[in-house]
T-cell receptor
Framework: ETGVTQTPRHLVMGMTNKKSLKCEQH?????MYWYKQSAKKPLELMFV???????ENNSVPSRFSPECPNSSHLFLHLHTLQPEDSALYLC???????????????FGPGTRLTVT | GDSVTQMEGPVTLSEEAFLTINCTYT??????LFWYVQYPGEGLQLLLK?????DKGSNKGFEATYRKETTSFHLEKGSVQVSDSAVYFC????????FGTGTRLQVFP
């Protein structure tokens, strides 16, 4: 399944670095999501974009900055991260965020981030 | 608020054993219910879903029935294979998608 791709797959960065995660969906969807997956914790929704506008931001620290230039691409810009930010970052897309229909989210493989 | 509770893992089974992974939910409205699976090194994949009470979702030999009276959506499979080893997530959706913590399944030959 290559509907949602993420790069890089693995990233190691120091606390003073700046890096970006990239997500691309080839499914014709118009909503995209960033999730954080940490060991032994529920999946945490970070950001939601619908029709390229941010519709949800779940109290995520400002050191994470999302960007959605078009409906197919989503970025997560990272700067001044902390070791506790080490996790698997998952991107997802769906057909529609707003209609209330039981839409399905399609996930990418994730970027494994380690902050040293 | 809305929430999903799954049984803690890991669940360890021999090949061809019967599988049940329990999932219960709390929701104020009438949620849709989902099971997602995450294989090692991959993202989450939708396994099955049910949108209303008494619906049964099924896929790849897995089944789950939406039980409104017990607020449950337990995942079952009659005969597991080694290739079913993965982490399974129960989820509900009202206005947003909410996941449980996941249950790791390990199947040994």
């Amino acid at each position: 399944e290559t509907g949602v791709t993420q790069t890089p797959r693995h990233l190691v960065m120091g606390m003073t670095n700046k890096k970006s995660l990239k997500c691309e969906q080839h499914l014709g969807h118009n909503a995209m999501y960033w999730y954080k997956q940490s060991a032994k914790k529920p999946l945490e929704l970070m950001f939601v974009y619908s029709l390229e506008e941010r519709v949800e931001n779940n109290s995520v620290p400002s050191r994470f900055s999302p960007e959605c230039p078009n409906s197919s691409h989503l970025f997560l810009h990272l700067h001044t991260l902390q070791p506790e930010d080490s996790a698997l970052y998952l991107c997802a897309s769906s057909q529609d965020h707003t209609t209330g229909l039981p839409y399905e989210q399609y996930f990418g493989p994730g970027t494994r981030l380690t902050v040293t | 608020g809305d929430s999903v509770t799954q049984m803690e893992g890991p669940v360890t089974l021999s090949e061809e054993a019967f599988l049940t992974i329990n999932c219960t939910y709390t929701a104020t409205g009438y949620p849709s219910l989902f099971w997602y699976v995450q294989y090692p090194g991959e993202g989450l994949q939708l396994l099955l879903k049910a949108t209303k009470a008494d619906d049964k979702g099924s896929n790849k030999g897995f089944e789950a029935t939406y039980r409104k009276e017990t607020t449950s959506f337990h995942l079952e499979k009659g005969s597991v294979q080694v290739s079913d080893s993965a982490v399974y997530f129960c989820a509900l959706r009202t206005d947003k998608l909410i996941f449980g913590t996941g249950t790791r399944l390990q199947v040994f030959p």
